[in-house]
């Protein structure tokens, strides 16, 4: 069974700062992607990693997987109050009936105070 | 820009009845799914449908529950007799088999009492 681990799980940051989000997974896969959630809201789509040694980029977001480690990284550079949310990563190790399943992580809830 | 629309947003039941939450997916669409996530929690996979059959269901996913694509657009998922603990926020989410990435509906949240 596929296992996703994200850490931390909370993540208090004042404004300004850098950070790093760690996910982790159990099985091999090379598609594995990033969703924010603000509260009571829905998924939104930050980056999508589809190879061993993507890097993404958009604003004060990078994100990069390693496959051979099974390991994704979210870095947050200088962080502002608007980044504050749910960040959660999510794997598709699917194949055959299982294609495009999802296993998600357990979330990193992201505060960034002045 | 296409995207996955849900129906309603809000949904308050009462325990035991019957609740169907509707999903609209991209038109182009091939493999739909369902996920929960309970307040606070991880979002989970419920089931994923495609070529009009389920072809994966997790654990949770026990016979109260059904999914149907009754007319070539909408998904929907029936909750037979709900209880307290299905409480929670419902994603539908569809892709188009083109290995990218899968898109989420904005969410259905279920409130038994």
């Known amino acids: 069974e596929l296992k996703v681990e994200q850490n931390p799980l909370f993540l208090s940051m004042q404004e300004g700062k850098n950070y790093t989000i760690y996910c982790n997974y159990s099985?091999?896969?090379?598609?594995l992607y990033w969703y924010r959630q603000d509260p009571g809201k829905s998924l939104e789509s930050l980056f999508v990693?589809?190879?061993?040694?993507a890097v993404k980029q958009e604003g004060r977001l990078m994100a990069s997987l390693d496959t051979k480690a099974r390991l994704s990284t979210l870095h947050i550079t200088a962080a502002v109050h608007d980044l504050s949310a749910t960040y959660f990563c999510?794997?598709?190790?699917?194949?055959?009936?299982?294609?495009?399943?999802?296993?998600f992580g357990q979330g990193t809830i992201l505060t960034v105070h002045p | 820009e296409p995207e996955v629309t849900q129906t309603p947003s809000h949904q308050v039941t009462q325990m035991g009845q019957e609740v169907i939450l509707r999903c609209v997916p991209i038109?182009?669409?091939?493999?739909f799914y369902w996920y929960r996530q309970i307040l606070g929690q991880k979002v989970e996979f419920l089931v994923s449908?495609?070529?009009?059959?389920?072809?994966?269901k997790s654990e949770i996913f026990d016979d109260q529950f059904s999914v149907e694509r009754p007319d070539g657009s909408n998904f929907t998922l029936k909750i037979r007799s709900t209880k307290l603990e299905d409480s929670a926020m419902y994603f539908c989410?569809?892709?188009?088999?083109?290995?990218?990435?899968?898109?989420f509906g904005q969410g259905t949240r279920l409130t038994v009492v």
């Open positions: 999510a794997v598709d190790a699917g194949l055959g009936t299982s294609y495009g399943k999802l296993t």
């Open positions: 099985t091999t896969s090379d598609r």
């Open positions: 990693l589809l190879s061993n040694g």
């Open positions: 038109s182009n669409h091939l493999y």
């Open positions: 449908f495609y070529n009009n059959e389920i072809s994966e």
């Open positions: 989410a569809s892709n188009d088999g083109s290995n990218t990435e899968a898109f």
